[in-house]
């Protein structure tokens, strides 16, 4: 079930990233695609996550953690794809996006290992 969490992340962040240069290339109809598959990914994401969450770390402080951060990563990159969508400005929510990524590895990997 791990595997399968890290590889939903995987191709949720090369979707993510795939949609912000459609994006800045001024292609809507792609990006509204994508982001309708990144909301899908989103959905398999936290119940792959709940699932480890409840069943492998039987809702441990860390694993509580580093569960938020990862809700926290997606609503940036729900925030980061919607403003700039509308022209907004997503420099503090890309911050944010940076900051998150590096707690949800840094729990992932170094404390829950």
């Not at 090369?14 to 990144?38: C, E, T």
């Not at 951060?69 to 940076?98: D, M, N, S, Y």
């Not at 949800?104 to 990997?109: A, L």
């Amino acid at each position: 079930m791990i595997h399968f969490h890290v590889t939903a992340w995987f191709v949720t962040l090369v979707l993510f990233f795939v949609a912000i240069y459609l994006q800045k290339a001024n292609k809507q109809k792609p990006v509204k695609i994508l982001q309708m598959v990144l909301r899908l990914f989103y959905l398999i994401v936290l119940g792959t996550g709940l699932h480890l969450l409840a069943a492998y770390y039987q809702f441990q402080g860390a694993a509580l953690i580093k569960g938020i951060i990862g809700l926290w990563v997606i609503f940036c990159f729900e925030f980061i794809l919607t403003r700039a969508g509308k022209g907004k400005p997503t420099k503090i929510f890309w911050i944010q996006l940076i900051i998150a990524l590096v707690l949800v590895f840094y729990f992932g990997y170094v404390v829950l290992g």
